[in-house]
T-cell receptor, first 113, second 109 residues
Framework: DTGVSQNPRHKITKRGQNVTFRCDPI?????LYWYRQTLGQGPEFLTY????????KSRLLSDRFSAERPKGSFSTLEIQRTEQGDSAMYLC???????????FGEGSRLTVL | GENVEQHPSTLSVQEGDSAVIKCTYS??????FPWYKQELGKRPQLIID?????GEKKDQRIAVTLNKTAKHFSLHITETQPEDSAVYFC????????FGKGTRLHILP
């Protein structure tokens, strides 16, 4: 499968723990996006990368959230000191170019107890 | 900041009738307007997109219209079928893509 891959697919953690999600984009896609989706809502923009450069991070995003794309290929999204409000589906998407189609992964579902 | 408003949040139409979903956006720099379909438990998938140099685009039963002056764009689905039942998201942007909250479309038999 050459689509966008996300791991883990499901994560259950206790409040206060740190979690990390990984996204492997489609090969040679230089754009990579992270979104968060809660039930009944649209994908909420978190951050995006052009190759290894993080171009923007949502102003709504707490400093507990950090994302990296060290070699311009896979990306990680880390949430420190998780809170119950962080429970959501975390979606990764990649795109071959600016204003190109976003190809989404299956998502990583986070449940914070 | 950038914002995309989508209406209605829920839409029920009789099979065979047309469905229309409308969106407005706030960032006048937006030049790319995709529409995504998300079925229950699945990832969003692109169904059609339009760029700011075009006012209308059609693909079989799906069409999108764009009014850049009014910052409005719409999705039209004709001859609706049961498999059209899903959540539809509009989005807008040029560099980063901002999504609307979605429209749950029910096709009634």
């Amino acid at each position: 499968d050459t689509g966008v891959s996300q791991n883990p697919r499901h994560k259950i953690t206790k409040r206060g723990q740190n979690v990390t999600f990984r996204c492997d984009p489609i090969s040679e896609h230089n754009r990579l996006y992270w979104y968060r989706q809660t039930l009944g809502q649209g994908p909420e923009f978190l951050t995006y990368f052009q190759n290894e450069a993080q171009l923007e991070k949502s102003r709504l995003l707490s400093d507990r959230f950090s994302a990296e794309r060290p070699k311009g290929s896979f990306s990680t999204l880390e949430i420190q000191r998780t809170e119950q409000g962080d429970s959501a589906m975390y979606l990764c998407a990649s795109s071959p170019r600016v204003t190109g189609e976003l190809f989404f992964g299956e998502g990583s579902r986070l449940t914070v107890l | 900041g950038e914002n995309v408003e989508q209406h209605p949040s829920t839409l029920s139409v009789q099979e065979g009738d047309s469905a229309v979903i409308k969106c407005t956006y706030s960032d006048s720099a937006s030049n790319y307007f995709p529409w995504y379909k998300q079925e229950l438990g699945k990832r969003p998938q692109l169904i059609i997109d339009i760029r700011s140099n075009v006012g209308e685009k059609k693909d079989q039963r799906i069409a999108v219209t764009l009014n850049k002056t009014a910052k409005h764009f719409s999705l039209h689905i004709t001859e609706t079928q049961p498999e059209d039942s899903a959540v539809y998201f509009c989005a807008a942007g040029n560099d980063k893509i901002i999504f609307g909250k979605g429209t749950r479309l029910h096709i009634l038999p």
